[in-house]
């Protein structure tokens, strides 16, 4: 579920114990990857995946139809 799960590493979690965590530039270098990872997502409609022939049994298979 990658609504419940956003940070990519413990050390950067709210409440993470990290020491230096206000001096680490992996965490601002991991919420620019996880915005743009989001942005790009955003950019897909579920809908039309299924447009691939070699996909559309298994879109068909959990309910899904291009268009929908």
Do not use: H, K, W
Not at 43 to 67: E, H, K, N, W, Y
Request: charged letters at 25%.
């Amino acid at each position: 579920d990658l609504d419940s799960r956003t940070d990519a590493a413990d050390c950067v979690a709210p409440g993470g114990d990290c020491p230096l965590i206000n001096e680490c530039r992996l965490r601002a270098a991991l919420s620019r990857a996880r915005e743009a990872f989001y942005r790009e997502l955003d950019t897909v409609v579920v809908a039309d995946l299924p447009g691939s022939r070699q996909m559309a049994p298994v879109f068909q298979m959990i309910g899904l139809r291009p268009g929908l």
